[in-house]
């Protein structure tokens, strides 16, 4: 199965006229690289016959505009047969079966309950340090978080405002329910998606140890040349409360069974994780009024790229209050009764999502900790206690809400709780998000050792979009790591053996200038219109879009101004003075100074959007940072995307460290660049790897140019 790599060769925003459906780097900074590595990516006990080759290049898929009710799904021998089969409704469920239907691909959901499609069962908010990042990607490429928390928000707040564009990031908290049942209506009204409640148990294979389906646990067999698994907390999820556990996927959610036992008996390694989830509170018994409100922005600010889905709504409060001495003194009495720090819970939890009683072990000089009071909906009265997740016994969670402020006479509605769950290493994956063990089995979502919705959605959309173009045997697309914050995600889950639940920061993303927010549309909806994800209107949007804002940054450079309000008002932002005759261009350059001045005096422009105007403010204030950005990255591409033979014997490399062969041996990279950010293998094992490739790559054509001289030599003999 062939791959095709997108990189970011440079940032521009130059548009692409929508007639013309390819890709160039000069015009998009995107570019192919198409690389053949079927080995790699199904690697088997033993040989393939030639029929795993015989796709059906000229087969393409029709779209059915009717909806999912009137389909025949049944072929003659009355099986039911889908070009897609994703398992499990949640975040990343719900994007890879949208992407696949909408790609023309005939996609089976399967999932648990279908009133809990695209649930928040923890905090029901979206975004924040880089997760908006991923969620402005995934509306770029043409999927559906960013619309429905633009269209489900209950509050919108900009965060680290004062920093960066890098860093700067859009949280928006939401309407769970409403989130839930917009989604709901829109996986039930797109066409060629049909929905069923089952629970898989088995993952079906073909002769050449590809995937052909899935069985249910009531037996019912269901047929696919590519399946997504994204089972979520629930592949023999257990929840617990103190000392007490249940079988459980979430609270009120039955768990998965038997499938874990399948992917382990197909070879995969399994292992557990733990997450929680705080206790909710009745707003009603809540005292407000010596609590720090947190209002919204007063210019609220969008996941997606869509204008339809720019509405305002009436924004709520969230609240401000913090833990006591009180609250420490009763969480350090009684950690023995927590499933963590009394033994009976080995899996880890997230990092960088503790509970309040590892923030208290972890933190011990701090004499306090923020928490914060959040909504759940517009029409309910439960608060999400933000921060202030445990797993403390239940009668001991309602004692603990009430020593903190505001909350001394409050009602619990739900008590808090952790679950444990089973997971697969994704190392298992390559970075098309296909397992290397199986032909046509994808993994998305917790599955992979993430936690967090928007972590999720980025994974499903991927591959849903590659199990689309695998059941039509189309190259599979795979984001490097400096094209996108998806690309970086995708890059670490599948190179680092990671074993507590992965968060996306904006630290882990080495070109993060270059992959911004404002930006995620000029890297990546060139290529969700390749794939078949972006319709005429939003490519229209986009390219008239791209050329507004390419115009005003040619204004800007040529318009001059001699003195004046405007002069003086730069002057006294920047602290700098305004030569006679300078253009618009360099007084946005300097210190403090913002578009909005523009704005405010005459000189800006009115037809560009608030984001179209951030997007040139960006690019003209960071133009030097950004150049040299991706300059180092030019610099920097070719070495790390050189390929790495699939077939390589890494045990037979005694030149590098013992624990680099079994690290690459295990995770397999595709290229030097994976191989070096692969945990264990330091520079000198990259020195010495290359200078294998070198040797092996002189070695094949000394023989392939005595191959040649021995076919002259015996070409002349006999002419002779």
């Given amino acids: ?212 389906g899935v069985r249910t646990f009531f037996g019912m067999n269901f047929y696919a040349s590519s399946v997504v698994l994204t089972t979520g907390t629930f592949m023999s999820g257990k929840i617990w409360v103190g000392k007490t556990s249940m079988p459980a996927g979430r609270a009120g959610e039955s768990a998965s069974h038997g499938l874990t036992e399948n992917l382990q008996r197909l070879g995969f390694e399994t292992d557990r994780l733990k997450t929680g989830t705080p206790a909710r509170v009745d707003s009603r018994t809540v005292d407000f009024s010596g609590l720090e409100p947190q209002h919204g922005d007063e210019e609220v600010s969008w996941f997606s790229f869509d204008p339809d889905y720019h509405i305002e709504r009436e924004q709520m409060y969230c609240y401000l209050t913090r833990t006591t001495k ?43 900790h923020q928490i914060f009071l959040e909504p759940e909906g517009r029409n309910v009265p439960e608060l999400y206690v933000q921060g202030f997740s445990t797993g403390l016994p239940e009668r001991l969670q309602l004692p603990l809400l ?95 053996d990671l074993r507590e639940p992965y968060r996306m920061l904006t630290s882990r993303s080495e070109h993060r200038l270059l992959l911004r927010s404002d930006n995620a549309d000029s890297r990546l909806t060139p290529l969700g219109r390749e794939v078949g994800l972006i319709d005429d209107r939003r490519w229209k949007l986009y390219g008239d879009k791209q050329a507004r804002i390419s115009e005003e940054k040619k204004r800007l450079k040529t318009l001059r101004i001699a003195g004046g309000p405007l002069a003086e008002e730069v002057t006294l932002l920047s602290g700098q003075p305004v030569k006679n005759s300078s253009t618009l261009e360099s007084l946005l350059k300097k210190p403090h100074v913002q578009y909005k001045v523009f704005d405010k005096h005459g000189f800006g422009n009115e037809s560009l959007s608030k984001m179209e105007k951030e997007c040139v403010e960006i690019d003209i204030k960071y133009e030097g940072f950004i150049i040299r950005q991706r300059s180092q990255l030019q610099q920097m591409v070719h070495q790390q995307h050189r390929p790495l033979p699939e077939n390589l014997d890494y045990h ?44 092996n790559r002189r070695k094949a054509h000394e023989q392939r140019r005595h191959q040649i001289l021995a076919s002259v030599i015996a070409e002349d003999t006999l002419n002779s």
């Fill in 1 to 212: 199965m062939a791959t095709v790599a997108f990189h970011l060769s440079r940032v521009s925003r130059h548009f692409q006229q929508p007639s013309f459906p390819f890709l160039t780097p000069r015009s998009l900074g995107l570019f192919l690289s198409l690389r053949r590595h079927q080995s790699l990516l199904f690697r088997r006990k033993f040989p393939r016959s030639s029929s795993f080759f015989s796709f059906n290049y000229s087969r393409r898929f029709t779209v059915d505009a009717s909806s999912s009710q009137g389909w025949n799904n049944h072929d003659e021998t009355g099986e039911e047969v889908y070009d897609v089969i994703v398992v499990g409704g949640g975040h990343a469920g719900c994007e890879a079966a949208l992407a696949s239907a909408r790609m023309g691909a005939k996609t089976l959901l399967l999932t648990l309950n279908i009133d809990r499609i695209a649930w928040q069962p923890c905090n029901p908010a979206v975004g924040g340090p880089a997760k908006s990042q991923l969620v402005h990607e995934v509306d770029a490429l043409g999927g559906e978080i960013g619309k429905l928390a633009d269209r489900c928000y209950l509050q919108k707040r900009i965060l680290n405002i004062s920093r960066g564009p890098a860093v700067r990031a859009l949280r928006a908290q939401t309407d769970k329910r409403e989130y839930a049942m917009q989604m709901r209506n829109v996986v039930e009204s797109t066409p060629n998606l049909s929905i069923r409640e089952a629970m898989v148990t088995d993952i079906i294979l073909g002769k050449n140890d590809n995937v052909e």
């Fill in 326 to 368: 009180s609250t420490h003194l009763l969480i350090k009495d009684n950690l023995h009764e927590t499933p963590t720090y009394g033994g009976w819970v080995d899996a880890k939890g997230p990092r960088y999502c503790p509970s309040i009683e590892d923030k208290i072990v972890r933190f011990k000089d701090k004499e306090s």
């Fill in 402 to 496: 009430r020593t903190l402020p505001g909350l001394e006479n409050c009602s619990m509605l739900r008590p808090a709780y952790a679950v444990e769950y089973d997971f697969l290493p994704a190392y298992q994956c390559s970075r098309s998000l296909m397992t290397k063990k199986i032909e046509g089995l994808f993994f998305s979502g917790q599955i992979n050792g993430t936690t967090g919705y928007e972590e999720a959605a980025a994974q499903g959309i991927i591959s849903g979009i590659n199990g689309a173009r695998h059941s039509d045997g189309k190259p599979l697309i795979v984001l490097e790591r400096e094209s996108s914050y998806i690309g970086t995600l995708i890059d670490d889950l599948v190179t680092k």
């Fill in 652 to 695: 037979a490399m005694t030149t590098l460290s013992l624990e680099a062969r079994e690290k690459l041996d295990k995770v397999r990279p595709q290229t030097i660049g994976q191989a070096s950010r692969v945990g264990g293998v330091n520079p000198a094992d990259i020195t010495a790897l290359l200078i294998i490739l070198e040797a």
